[in-house]
């Protein structure tokens, strides 16, 4: 009966109102309705009451919870964008709110520092570590040489520089510290040793100079994923309040900085424009709709959290209940805010590879041609926003398009 009720809504509304707004709501209905309950025990009303009906009777109830749930939904649909805006901490900085604001930003600010300070000593070490390394290696030579022809021989000192090998290839990011103290055990080794009697040493000498190289490509990754980090989660020059804000001001910039794009103007158009495009319009409905659903279901987690932390002291209910959801509650909201940043991340991606392919077609279908070089078109975008924004007469450039 629930399946039939539900495939007559989808074919009414589309794939995106069902997931980003009607399954919220009808779950958020629903978990009301099973508190509700728990909390009269031992005589719960509502589902008893349902179940003990006649089948008319439920098709009648559960149709008109969906039609409301639905009403509900499609209502309620436009606060979207104004609950994003919220999560991303753009709204009135007065009072209260504007103080709780600028602590989360000064919070941020402090991330950001912390975020950039790595990039800085990731940057020194890509520099460093080649000479380091080389110098580390000529130490190793000259006193190779210097122990070459001597008939020494030093078991011990050489197991102890093949220990140190190991545990560096072992060590993880703790490879550089233990790198720098197998070169000095390995340097003892070779004064205490003849170099040419002793392949153990010849041995040694390669390993470090593997980890030498595997060292400085770690170094290059490590500082391409803090950089796309740092791109990803923080914008140029906008530091915002929440993680969620920083996040959606980074993609902003990044279409601001590289194409001068003014994304809050013109992805409405573009967007128009990749809905021909199957893949990638596909692609950005479903991170979208992920992203809806996300936010609004993380709102009505906190209003069924605050709802039912307060109802059962107001009316007497269950200690235990008042308890766990007053427990439960901020913790879900919290793992929820985790998923509402990821889902952020994933459509910033797809929004920077959009701008990326398809920004061209946006020039051609308002008729503006594609200039040939990069600040050229930088310089343009510019124009075409003043132009759309004010109006075509007060730019009559725009049909001599720059550096065409």
């Keep these: 009966m629930l399946g039939t009720a539900i495939q007559h809504v989808e074919a009414l509304f589309s794939r995106r109102f069902l997931l980003a707004g009607f399954f919220p709501w009808l779950l958020f209905g629903a978990a009301n309705v099973l508190v509700y309950d728990l909390a009269w025990r031992p005589a719960p009303v509502l589902l008893p009451a349902w179940l003990a009906a006649p089948a008319g009777t439920q098709a009648v109830v559960l149709a008109a919870v969906l039609v409301a749930t639905a009403a509900v939904a499609f209502v309620t649909a436009p606060l979207l964008p104004l609950l994003r805006a919220v999560l991303e901490g753009r709204v009135r900085r007065r009072g209260r709110a504007g103080r709780l604001l600028e602590a989360l930003r000064v919070e941020r600010r402090h991330d950001l520092q912390n975020v950039e300070k790595e990039l800085r000593q990731l940057r020194r070490a890509c520099l460093a570590l080649p000479g380091r390394h080389e110098a580390a290696l000529a130490r190793l030579r000259a006193a190779a040489e210097a122990g070459a022809g001597s008939g020494r021989e030093h078991p011990a000192s050489l197991a102890e520089a093949q220990a140190a090998v190991e545990a560096m290839w072992a060590g993880g990011s703790d490879a550089e510290r233990l790198l720098e103290e197998a070169v000095g055990k390995a340097e003892r080794a070779a004064w205490r040793n003849d170099a040419r009697a002793s392949p153990t ?44 804000g920083n996040i959606a001001a980074a993609t902003r910039a990044y279409a601001l900085l590289r194409y001068n794009i003014s994304l809050d103007f013109f992805w409405p158009r573009l967007r128009t424009i990749i809905s021909g495009h199957e893949a990638i319009s596909e692609a950005l409905d479903q991170a979208e709709t992920h992203l809806s659903f996300l936010v609004l279901t993380f709102f009505l987690i906190l209003v069924f959290a605050i709802v039912w932390s307060v109802v059962p002291v107001l009316a007497l209910g269950p200690l235990p209940l008042f308890v766990g959801v007053a427990v439960a509650g901020p913790a879900a909201a919290w793992c929820w805010l985790a998923l509402v940043a990821q889902a952020e991340v994933a459509l910033g991606q797809l929004v920077r590879s959009a701008l990326d392919l398809h920004r061209h077609e946006l020039l051609q279908a308002l008729r503006v041609g594609v200039p040939r070089r990069h600040e050229d078109e930088r310089r343009l975008w510019g124009i075409l926003r003043e132009a759309l924004a004010h109006g075509e007469r007060d730019l009559p450039v725009l049909r001599r398009p720059v550096g065409s």
């Design 201 to 244: 040493l010849e041995d040694l000498f390669g390993e470090f100079r593997r980890a030498s190289l595997s060292l400085g490509h770690w170094a290059e990754r490590e500082l391409v994923l803090r950089y796309d980090q740092r791109q990803t989660f923080f914008a140029q020059n906008d530091l915002a309040a929440t993680r969620i």
